[in-house]
């Protein structure tokens, strides 16, 4: 399944066989901002401009849950490996872990490092073992989410960080920062390394348009990076292991991009 946030504050499921809606939830009055989907597949977070996280029962569309916070929320997410820890990102707010138990709901502020708390996001590793945050200063700190102890720290860049998108499989980690560069690194090696030594497997960016980026992610095998352009209808796809653009899509002038959602394994992309 494949669910769509509206501007609205409407949720579509949408069927894959059917190619049509199989569940729209409503509860939301202002636009969705991020979703997430727990492993099962049988729950779905979303967050909101309107201060609000809703969980919901994918099955019936019913809400299960509703989380207020002090600020529009930015990014909510489930802990990978755990539906009963979440991670919030609220705007002018340090990023929150959420955990649930069957009587209360308990709030959990993460470490900033001294950094401004101004639009801080956030992530969850592949296997939930870890948070990645990023500042609006550039700085980078990993995180335990158990002891909410910070593991690493170092900055790569003085820009905002955008986003902060893992690999559905390996450990390869990408950083949108506003200097128009997306830097992709390994989680393991980080955590490994001396502050010093701490460098960027790649660094991908357009050179000619110095184009800004919208959304990163990595395609399903992780072999692949793709990253919509901020000004207009275009998806750049880079080889993750070279660093080479193998490929530039365009759509009809006019249009922008709101997000990127790859469901399917790029192939052929390598020379065999």
Same mark, same amino acid.
């Given at each position: 399944?494949?669910?769509?946030?509206?501007?609205?504050?409407?949720?579509?499921?949408?069927?894959?066989?059917?190619?049509?809606?199989?569940?729209?939830?409503?509860?939301?009055?202002?636009?969705?901002?991020?979703?997430?989907?727990?492993?099962?597949?049988?729950?779905?977070? @979303?967050?909101?401009?309107?201060?609000?996280?809703?969980?919901?029962?994918?099955?019936?569309?019913?809400?299960?849950?509703?989380?207020?916070?002090?600020?529009?929320?930015?990014?909510?997410?489930?802990?990978?490996?755990?539906?009963?820890?979440?991670?919030?990102?609220?705007?002018?707010?340090?990023?929150?872990?959420?955990?649930?138990? +069957?009587?209360?709901?308990?709030?959990?502020?993460?470490?900033?490092?001294?950094?401004?708390?101004?639009?801080?996001?956030?992530?969850?590793?592949?296997?939930?073992?870890?948070?990645?945050?990023?500042?609006?200063?550039?700085?980078?700190?990993?995180?335990?989410?158990?002891?909410?102890?910070?593991?690493?720290?170092?900055?790569?860049?003085?820009?905002?960080?955008?986003?902060?998108?893992?690999?559905?499989?390996?450990?390869?980690?990408?950083?949108? @920062?506003?200097?128009?560069?997306?830097?992709?690194?390994?989680?393991?090696?980080?955590?490994?390394?001396? +502050?010093?030594?701490?460098?960027?497997?790649?660094?991908?960016? +357009?050179?000619?348009?110095?184009?800004?980026?919208?959304?990163?992610?990595?395609?399903?095998?992780?072999?692949?990076?793709?990253?919509?352009?901020?000004?207009?209808?275009?998806?750049?796809?880079?080889?993750?292991?070279?660093?080479?653009?193998?490929?530039?899509?365009?759509?009809?002038?006019?249009?922008?991009?709101?997000?990127?959602?790859?469901?399917?394994?790029?192939?052929?992309?390598?020379?065999?």
């Amino acid at each position: 399944m494949l669910a769509v946030g509206c501007n609205d504050g409407r949720i579509a499921v949408w069927e894959y066989m059917t190619r049509g809606i199989a569940r729209m939830c409503t509860g939301h009055i202002h636009p969705i901002t991020s979703l997430s989907w727990n492993r099962s597949g049988q729950k779905l977070l @979303s967050s909101s401009t309107d201060w609000n996280v809703m969980m919901w029962d994918v099955a019936s569309g019913d809400c299960s849950f509703t989380f207020r916070f002090p600020a529009p929320i930015m990014k909510a997410q489930f802990n990978p490996r755990n539906s009963k820890m979440l991670l919030v990102c609220a705007m002018k707010n340090a990023p929150l872990l959420v955990t649930l138990d +069957d009587e209360s709901c308990d709030h959990y502020p993460l470490p900033t490092d001294g950094e401004p708390e101004q639009n801080i996001i956030a992530s969850f590793d592949r296997r939930g073992e870890r948070v990645v945050t990023g500042s609006s200063k550039g700085k980078i700190l990993i995180i335990d989410p158990k002891t909410r102890e910070i593991l690493k720290s170092f900055r790569d860049t003085s820009t905002a960080i955008k986003s902060i998108e893992f690999s559905r499989r390996g450990s390869n980690f990408i950083i949108n @920062s506003s200097d128009r560069v997306i830097r992709v690194y390994d989680i393991e090696q980080v955590c490994s390394a001396k +502050d010093s030594e701490i460098e960027a497997l790649q660094r991908l960016q +357009d050179l000619v348009n110095r184009t800004q980026w919208k959304k990163c992610t990595f395609s399903g095998d992780g072999e692949f990076i793709v990253a919509g352009s901020h000004r207009q209808h275009a998806l750049y796809i880079w080889d993750k292991s070279t660093g080479s653009l193998v490929k530039m899509l365009t759509g009809q002038k006019g249009e922008t991009l709101l997000d990127i959602a790859v469901i399917l394994i790029l192939i052929q992309m390598k020379p065999k």
